[in-house]
């Protein structure tokens, strides 16, 4: 029975690296500074100016449409433009 439970740990380990996504942007500290910088200015705009100013931030996306930093999480600012939202709204055939 001891042995079951390690095969499954072991199992259930090497499962979840290999299932990250192929598109999961870096951590901030890994990103290029001028990516961090440009996701700054698109978050400390308006939701409708970010929405009219998109193609000036398509750097943030992949080739894939897949964005290359990670969002920025703030309490009670869920209105704001994020870089996963403004690359699928960019690109908006891209797949799941």
């Not at 598109?23 to 200015?41: F, G, M, Y």
């Not at 193609?55 to 920025?72: E, I």
Request: hydrophobic content about 35%; some cysteine.
């Amino acid at each position: 029975m001891h042995l079951r439970h390690r095969i499954a740990t072991i199992m259930l380990l090497s499962s979840t690296a290999a299932s990250a996504s192929p598109h999961t942007p870096p951590s901030d500290d890994k990103a290029k500074p001028a990516l961090i910088k440009l996701r700054t200015e698109l978050f400390e705009m308006s939701p409708d100016d970010a929405v009219k100013a998109l193609p000036r931030f398509k750097a943030l996306c992949d080739a894939d449409g897949y964005p290359l930093v990670g969002n920025v999480l703030h309490k009670g600012q869920d209105q704001q433009m994020q870089p996963s939202r403004a690359c699928k709204l960019l690109n908006p055939d891209r797949r799941p």
